[in-house]
């Protein structure tokens, strides 16, 4: 019988308790846990090591979370490792750096329990298969995917106004397969 492979997480917080409280959510969830005191040792432990998901803070000493996200893309090695920012205010233009920076999650740490936490970040992993792109909304027959699905030719969430992103999950990759929806990278908001 094949043991399935543990994820690894990569926790990178200036706070010891915050990354204490984290750990031990996550080891107890079956995870492999790696911590760094700020943005700069988690650049270099993602690099060394590339983890499966990182969770980081924003505000820290030499590096912040934002900066790690942007050189974290800058690397073909860990470019496409998913990464969720942890809060303690919850600002709005927080949320739409991260988002802007390609965040998977944007978690508010008093609204959200680190049992939450690890359910979301597992949940985002299992997804696998899962891509977000986005698209010129005034070529081909885009104008009339609009009109079919109710929304302006500029695919405007009907929420907040942003632009929805195609997202594609692979059904079957030996027969290219795959079923799509337009998505809101800003609210969630989703086609049916």
């Given amino acids: 019988m094949e043991e399935t492979k543990k994820p690894t997480i990569l926790l990178v917080d ?61 690397n073909v090695k860990t470019a496409r490792i998913p990464v969720f920012i942890s809060s303690h205010m919850g600002r709005e233009e927080d949320r739409q750096k991260a988002n802007k920076l390609g965040a998977k999650g944007f978690i508010v740490r008093d609204l959200v329990s680190p049992v939450e936490v690890v359910e979301e970040i597992s949940r985002v992993l299992s997804k696998g298969g899962v891509y977000r792109i986005d698209f010129d909304s005034y070529v081909l027959d885009a104008p009339r995917l609009a009109q079919s699905l109710g929304l302006n030719n500029n695919f405007q969430c009907r929420e907040c106004d942003e632009k929805m992103v195609l997202e594609i999950k692979l059904q079957d990759n ?19």
């Fill in 14 to 74: 200036d706070d010891d308790s915050i990354r204490e409280i984290y750990s031990y959510a996550f080891r107890n969830a079956n995870f492999n846990v790696l911590e760094a005191q700020d943005g700069l040792e988690g650049l270099e432990i993602a690099t060394n090591k590339t983890p499966d998901v990182i969770f980081t803070g924003i505000v820290m000493p030499r590096m912040d979370g934002f900066t790690l996200m942007e050189n974290l893309a800058k």
């Fill in 174 to 192: 030996s027969q290219c397969s795959m079923k799509a929806k337009l998505v809101c990278p800003k609210c969630g908001w989703e086609t049916e």
